[in-house]
């Protein structure tokens, strides 16, 4: 994701660079409608929100500029894409991953963009279709830096639908083959979980088996699940607790910075000067870079409440 976002950026960057150049044109405040002057309003807007990691905002403003056909850029309907993923918009993004992808099959974004549609899928609850996507992402793009990220959540989609073996050889793949991607943490975690799992499939099993032989034998095994249950509550409780350390964290970063608001955004755009400093501005990218942080973190916190939730439902059941 980190490629992403910087790729993200990098059209972010070259967008701001020449939307005021574009409005600073004469010809343009006499040829241009109300309409059309309003859409490009909402078109800086939308670059301003994106930058500080305003997702709905940015959703909102886009929405307003590519009614204007001139805005209707792949960049624009990139960034709106990648908007309503951070925004947990599933539904909106998938559509308009559609339509980019009708639009503008040829643009070097094509890919990230199915690459996003196969996620949508998945947290839409459509693993088959997503596997299909992503699988043909990965066929597609065998060299793609987001090829390991794709492998994981191919693997996600198997995990959540409770085929472990494929998942795991999936999660081994991103593991052994690309040590160095921001998914490894992430797949060794889902691979202790199989494991864990695993280990209770044959305790219960074992139980099973052993029928009226032993009850010593019965107690034990019983202890033994029991145990490994407790152990498994115990990881996910400590790994929501530093999850959301590190929220708390990022949020009071956020809350110490200085965002500026839109509307003296919009007035810079009518200094002499605007486009130079709005890009030094730019390259110091650090809030935009922690907005999205916090936004695959809490992603992620949410992942490990709801398997601690339903670890906690099956001990309670026993």
Same mark, same amino acid.
């Not at 309409?35 to 909402?42: H, I, Q």
């Not at 001139?70 to 960034?79: H, K, Y």
């Not at 010593?216 to 095994?221: I, K, P, T």
């Given at each position: ?126 693993n088959d279709d997503a596997v299909i996507v992503l699988s043909d992402f990965c066929h597609q793009n065998p060299g793609h830096v987001l090829y390991a990220s794709a492998l994981y959540w191919i693997a996600e989609c198997f995990f959540d639908d409770y085929g472990y073996d494929t998942a795991r050889s999936l999660y081994e793949r991103v593991v052994s083959e690309f040590p160095d991607d921001e998914k490894v943490s992430d797949a060794q ?82 200094? &002499?000067?605007?486009? &130079? ?12 870079? &922690? ?28």
């Open positions: 994701m980190e490629v992403l976002k910087k790729h993200s950026m990098l059209c972010l960057c070259l967008l701001l660079l020449t939307v005021p150049c574009a409005i600073a044109k004469p010809a343009l405040s006499v040829s241009l409608s109300t309409s059309s002057v309003s859409a490009e309003s909402a078109y800086r807007q939308a670059l301003v929100s994106y930058r500080d990691g305003d997702w709905n905002s940015a959703t909102l403003f886009l929405r307003r500029a590519l009614t204007d056909a001139s805005l209707s850029t792949a960049d624009a309907w990139f960034m709106l894409v990648n908007s309503q993923m951070y925004a947990q918009d599933y539904r909106s993004a998938l559509s308009d991953c559609d339509t980019f992808l009708t639009r503008f099959s040829d643009s070097p974004l094509a890919p990230y963009v199915q690459y996003q549609k196969g996620r949508a899928l998945h947290f839409l609850d459509r975690f889902k691979l202790s979980l199989i494991a864990q799992h695993e280990r209770e499939e044959k305790l219960l099993y074992l139980l099973k088996m052993t029928g009226e032989e032993s009850l010593s034998a019965r107690e034990e095994y019983e202890r033994q699940l029991r145990q490994y249950q407790t152990d498994d509550i115990t990881s996910l409780r400590r790994e929501l607790q530093t999850a959301s350390q590190r929220i708390a964290e990022l949020e009071a970063e956020l809350a110490q910075k200085p965002v500026t608001s839109a509307s003296s955004e919009t007035a810079e755009y009518t200094e &002499t000067e605007s486009s &130079t400093s709005y890009s030094d501005d730019i390259d110091k990218n650090e809030l935009q870079n &922690t907005a999205r942080s916090l936004a695959e973190l809490k992603e992620k916190a949410d992942l490990v409440e709801r398997l601690l939730i339903q670890r906690l439902s099956q001990q309670q059941g026993q």
